[in-house]
């Protein structure tokens, strides 16, 4: 997930998640230059079917077929480029 030091935390105690569309502006309002260039905002990784999911905050995309996808246990180490 991007840093988002602005964005007060304690407003979203009840509902959230970083795929809920009714919160992409709040997120977009805390665009800084420390996001580069790059449209992922933030992402996932499903150890149960390897599946990656990632949004841009404008839509959310998932991508179930990538090379390498696999499952992982308890144990296994998993590393975001």
Not at 47 to 64: H, K, L, R
């Amino acid at each position: 997930v991007r840093p988002m030091p602005g964005l007060e935390a304690g407003a979203y105690q009840k509902d959230f998640s970083f795929y809920y569309s009714s919160l992409y502006p709040d997120f977009l309002a805390q665009r800084s230059d420390d996001w580069g260039n790059s449209d992922v905002h933030a992402c996932d990784f499903c150890c149960y079917d390897g599946t990656m999911s990632f949004t841009n905050w404008d839509d959310y995309e998932i991508d179930n077929e990538w090379e390498g996808k696999e499952s992982c246990q308890s144990g296994d180490t998993v590393g975001l480029l």
